[in-house]
């Protein structure tokens, strides 16, 4: 009989943790009523696509964050990790499969990872990564407006991080500015991983080839530009279609999402 | 009576416990299941994934019980007009080159982009209606989530659009009886000499 009162307080500790939890999650923010302005679509398409409200978690995941999730999960440590989900660069910079060293501090965002290894630690978390749509919805968001296309300033910020190298030191996640959704650095610090990263009708060599060919692409003949004037748009664009999969990248990392 | 009852709470804590057991083994994402509960595949092996699939046949399956044999593999969509039933004749006329012994001994499998549409009894009017051999050749339906995946290991890029159909690129990938892609053809209506001259080749098993 103790045994049984001793399992229904441990099942009320539990619950109260889930609420506590729930009610308050710190690390990731609501959209709410996003919209987001396909760069290529077909004629059929519509030219804004509503997004589902959902949650992005505010930051992207961290080297201390990381470490958890390998230590956790010893398949995806630097030594045991599989080839075919990662490739030989893959968390190049740590000192050790279970110590991120000086190169990786703690609060800095987890890079040289491949889109296996972030969609599995988002699933190791009960999260997701964000499709391009819901990415693209949360980053169009200035500090002050939910809709920051025509903030001036924040455009203008935007075209200086993508036209500036990365800095040799990364600094720590949330040292940027929050933008409307009270969610940093979805620009400004690293590239990230979206959950259909392999959606961009474009192939690796964008120089020989435009990708617009009837030979590789089932219906690219109705995929045009939609906003030509979109510069960061395009260049993100660009980098997602350059990767595979395993790919690692020494400025690219990765958030969640989760539905609301 | 009395004496009934601490059995029966005995027994339903047992079961209750057993239950989620049971459970907790059962909703371990694949990405985070243990090392050992994965069978020794090669590193760069298709064949470890651990999405489940459902043929046209309605039977469950992993990409692990295709081990053991050569595959020709391609994505489509069952009610695409425009260039996947070219990729099929491609490899119908790669299946209709290979020597007697290689035919038989060769797999050929179609996965669907369309996890909504493309129900394994759609996947079954398919076969039938392109005449496609019981005996190699495979059609797999998945949920997206794991058709993003598959896509994504063998570069195959792929976008719904309004409509409920896919642009893809046309990629046909050969791999060995391991599961390791040995060889990729981009395009359409290409000669088959050299898929073919891959699947002839020694170093295939």
Request: with cysteine; glycine share 6%; charged share 20%.
């Amino acid at each position: 009989m103790s045994g049984r009162r001793h399992k229904i307080s441990l099942a009320a500790l539990s619950l109260f943790v889930t609420a506590a939890v729930w009610a308050a999650p710190p690390d990731m923010a609501c959209v709410y009523n996003g919209v987001y302005t396909p760069l290529f679509r077909s004629l059929t398409d519509p030219t804004n696509v509503p997004v589902k409200n959902f949650r992005l978690d505010v930051t992207p995941a961290t080297n201390a964050k990381f470490l958890e999730f390998v230590r956790a999960n010893p398949r995806w440590q630097r030594s045991q990790v599989k080839r075919i989900f990662a490739d030989e660069n893959y968390l190049k910079h740590w000192a050790g499969d279970l110590d991120p060293g000086t190169n990786a501090l703690p609060d800095q965002p987890v890079v040289w990872v491949s889109w296996f290894a972030a969609k599995a630690y988002a699933q190791w978390q009960g999260k997701r990564l964000p499709t391009v749509a819901e990415w693209e919805a949360a980053a169009a968001a200035s500090p002050a407006f939910a809709d920051g296309t025509k903030d001036v300033a924040f455009q203008r910020d935007i075209f200086r991080w993508y036209s500036t190298a990365a800095p040799a030191v990364l600094p720590g996640v949330g040292s940027g500015p929050a933008n409307f959704w009270g969610i940093h650095d979805l620009h400004g610090l690293v590239w990230e991983w979206v959950a259909d990263f392999n959606t961009a009708t474009v192939t690796g060599d964008a120089r020989g080839d435009t990708g617009l060919d009837r030979q590789l692409f089932c219906g690219a003949g109705a995929v045009g530009a939609k906003d030509v004037e979109n510069f960061p748009a395009f260049m993100r664009y660009g980098f997602r279609s350059s990767l595979k999969a395993a790919y690692t990248v020494h400025n690219l990392g990765f958030r969640c999402a989760k539905d609301l | 009576m009395t004496m009934k009852l601490p059995w029966l709470i005995l027994a339903l804590t047992t079961a209750t416990t057993w239950a989620a057991t049971n459970e907790t083994a059962e909703v371990l994402p694949p990405c985070c299941r243990p090392i050992a509960a994965q069978t020794n595949y090669t590193d760069k092996s298709l064949f470890q994934l651990e999405s489940i699939w459902t043929s046209d046949a309605g039977r469950q399956v992993k990409l692990g019980v295709f081990r053991g044999r050569p595959q020709v593999v391609a994505m489509f969509f069952a009610s695409c007009q425009f260039t996947c039933p070219l990729t099929v004749s491609d490899m119908k006329r790669i299946e209709a080159a290979l020597p007697e012994n290689l035919r038989t001994n060769t797999d050929f499998l179609l996965v669907s982009f369309d996890s909504r549409r493309d129900t394994p009894a759609a996947l079954k009017a398919y076969r039938a209606d392109r005449g496609l051999s019981p005996k190699n050749w495979t059609l797999l339906h998945g949920e997206a989530d794991d058709v993003r995946e598959l896509a994504a290991l063998l570069g195959v890029i792929y976008r719904p659009d309004a409509n409920g159909n896919f642009a893809h690129s046309n990629v046909i990938t050969v791999l060995n009886a391991e599961g390791e892609i040995i060889y990729q053809q981009t395009g359409l209506n290409l000669p088959t000499d050299d898929i073919v001259a891959k699947l002839k080749s020694p170093a295939m098993p």
